[in-house]
């Protein structure tokens, strides 16, 4: 098992960036692919980006292309997501997730382990 914590959520103004973390603790880090999903208010979990197990290998979805950017460090076993011009769309609880897979999934039911989310406030 292994267990997902996220820090770096808050209120930032439209334009500006967070750099959301997700420390995780358990079994050995380099086994598990990650991704980060955004819920907002009334809507359902979907899909930010994901990284590959070495990092190589980033996806991202359409919305945050170009903006968004997803790393990882495998010594700290902790993964980031870079948020530039950030939108007051991309407002949401934003969660880590981990599966032991070779490459990322798009869909929140393919991954086993959740953190407990950070809040992404954006006003305009």
């Known amino acids: 098992q292994v267990q997902l914590v996220e820090s770096g959520g808050g209120l930032v103004q439209a334009g500006g960036s967070l750099r959301l973390s997700c420390a995780a603790s358990?079994?050995?880090?380099?086994?598990?692919?990650m991704g980060w999903f955004r819920q907002a208010p009334g809507k359902e979990r979907e899909f930010v980006a994901g990284?590959?197990?070495?990092?190589?290998?980033?996806y991202y979805t359409d919305s945050v292309k170009g903006r968004f950017t997803s790393s990882r460090d495998s010594a700290k076993s902790t993964v980031y997501l870079q948020m530039n011009s950030l939108k007051p769309e991309d407002a949401a609880v934003y969660y880590c997730?981990?599966?032991?897979?070779?490459?990322?999934?798009?869909?929140?039911?393919?991954?086993?382990?959740w953190g407990q989310g950070t809040q992404v406030t954006v006003s305009s």
């Open positions: 358990g079994r050995i880090f380099s086994v598990y692919v």
């Open positions: 990284i590959s197990r070495t990092g190589g290998s980033q």
């Open positions: 997730a981990a599966r032991e897979a070779v490459f990322p999934g798009r869909n929140a039911d393919e991954y086993d382990y």
